[in-house]
């Protein structure tokens, strides 16, 4: 799997967009982009993913580059409960295990 | 909205002593993992379960290390004779058959202490 680099944190406004860039320059053809977080001690909690095209869900969006080396996972209004690490995961898919390699991922810190 | 649970939460065990954590995956989930992350350390994969086998493990899922789907609902981790490095918490997960669905859902974890 590709590997990708995080910045090891950033601050946000509550009521504010958090942008967390996410650089994957190896990626390959058939690899897609995850995104996951955890909140303080818990399981980590999936919250989109994608292959070329931007997507968008309850939770967040996804902006994926043109090239495929960079993605963004956009919070359009972040909450103080939006207070995790955020995990950017390039994996392809498959129908064997599908394990996820979690690397340091982003500490987002929502503040008032 | 169904979800992952774990048993129990808290296990405190004396090391060489063999342990048991419980997961009950999602019902109509296929594929069944397990995560551990050492306190303030990565998420890290042991295993990963389909179809009653081992389908991809990693380097720290060693011999003391063993998987079970004992009936249709648990999903277990047994470690054999714990060392004071298994302390962790330990995550387990299931997901969807189906190539498209990559969507892992992780239980609330089971944090283990070795003394």
């Known amino acids: 799997d590709a590997k990708t680099t995080q910045p090891p944190s950033m601050d946000c406004a509550e009521g504010r967009a958090a942008n967390l860039p996410c650089n994957h320059s190896?990626?390959?053809?058939?690899?897609?982009v995850y995104w996951y977080r955890q909140i303080h001690s818990q399981g980590p909690q999936y919250i989109i993913h994608?292959?070329?095209n931007n997507e968008t869900n309850e939770m967040a969006s996804l902006i994926i580059t043109e090239d495929r080396k960079s993605s963004t996972l956009i919070l359009p209004h972040a909450t103080l409960r939006d207070t995790a690490v955020y995990y950017c995961?390039?994996?392809?898919?498959?129908?064997?295990?599908?394990?996820?390699?979690f690397g340091g991922g982003t500490r987002l810190m929502v503040k008032p | 909205e169904p979800e992952v649970t774990q048993t129990p939460s808290h296990q405190v065990t004396q090391m060489g002593q063999e342990v048991i954590l419980r997961c009950v995956p999602i019902s109509n989930h296929l594929y069944f993992y397990w995560y551990r992350q050492i306190l303030g350390q990565k998420v890290e994969f042991l295993v990963s379960f389909y179809n009653n086998e081992i389908s991809e493990k990693s380097e720290i899922f060693d011999d003391q290390f063993s998987v079970e789907r004992p009936d249709g609902s648990n999903f277990t981790l047994k470690i054999r004779s714990t060392k004071l490095e298994d302390s962790a918490m330990y995550f387990c997960?299931?997901?969807?058959?189906?190539?498209?669905?990559?969507?892992?859902?992780f239980g609330p974890g089971t944090r283990l202490t070795v003394l």
């Open positions: 994608g292959l070329k």
């Open positions: 190896t990626i390959s053809g058939n690899e897609y």
């Open positions: 997960a299931s997901r969807k058959q189906g190539a498209s669905y990559n969507e892992q859902f």
């Open positions: 995961i390039v994996r392809r898919n498959n129908n064997a295990g599908n394990m996820l390699t």
